[in-house]
T-cell receptor, first 112, second 116 residues
Framework: AQSVTQLGSHVSVSEGALVLLRCNYS??????LFWYVQYPNQGLQLLLK??????LVKGINGFEAEFKKSETSFHLTKPSAHMSDAAEYFC??????????FGTGTRLTIIP | ETGVTQTPRHLVMGMTNKKSLKCEQH?????MYWYKQSAKKPLELMFV???????ENNSVPSRFSPECPNSSHLFLHLHTLQPEDSALYLC???????????????FGAGSRLTVL
């Protein structure tokens, strides 16, 4: 069965600084990987997904993630944080015929 | 309306009450899901429906009873709940069931349930 680990339940960065949210996965077959974001009082929405095409995936709102098979990682980055990026971010993994498995989430706080 | 709509957004109920959560999707998807979101825990998949048929039940207690009358509507009937059932219940839909693996889920805003 696949699993995903998000390192750091809370991350704080200054406005304009680099955002780095870490995600490591475990899967016995090539996985599909996703990042979802949840703003306060809202459901989750897709930021980006990796489905075995390019290893560097660009998403909405200036976010991107790089699939690194050797490190079993799919970290999420944004060069310059904005106040509107404050939210909870979820990494998720799935493989064919298996369910989508979510991490426990990372709450991102932006310091003015 | 577009997307996935959940009602009510907030619900407070006693342990002996019976209530229902409703989800409606306007995306033409054929798979619908119920998730439970509790603090400090991963999202828990509860039920999956594909083309109105239940294809997954993750050992959910019988006090939660799902209903999917058509591909656009999903209900979660609640009865004799416990305080630990207090959580955010999220509905989602997707184009295909879990067989694809690359499903992108579209979530509703959730129903915040408090059981007293």
């Amino acid at each position: 069965a696949q699993s995903v680990t998000q390192l750091g339940s809370h991350v704080s960065v200054s406005e304009g600084a680099l955002v780095l949210l870490r995600c490591n996965y475990s899967s016995s077959v090539p996985p599909y990987l996703f990042w979802y974001v949840q703003y306060p009082n809202q459901g989750l929405q897709l930021l980006l997904k990796y489905t075995s095409a390019a290893t560097l995936v660009k998403g909405i709102n200036g976010f991107e993630a790089e699939f690194k098979k050797s490190e079993t990682s799919f970290h999420l980055t944004k060069p310059s944080a904005h106040m509107s990026d404050a939210a909870e971010y979820f990494c998720a993994v799935s493989v064919p015929i298996e369910k989508l498995t979510f991490g426990t989430g990372t709450r991102l706080t932006i310091i003015p | 309306e577009t997307g996935v709509t959940q009602t009510p957004r907030h619900l407070v109920m006693g342990m002996t009450n019976k209530k229902s959560l409703k989800c409606e999707q306007h995306l033409g998807h054929n798979a619908m899901y119920w998730y439970k979101q509790s603090a400090k825990k991963p999202l828990e998949l509860m039920f999956v429906y594909n083309f109105k048929e239940q294809t997954e039940n993750n050992s959910v207690p019988s006090r939660f009873s799902p209903e999917c009358p058509n591909s656009s509507h999903l209900f979660l009937h609640l009865h004799t709940l416990q305080p630990e059932d207090s959580a955010l219940y999220l509905c989602a839909s997707s184009q295909a069931g879990r067989l694809s693996g690359a499903n992108v889920l579209t979530f509703g805003a959730g129903s915040r349930l408090t059981v007293l």
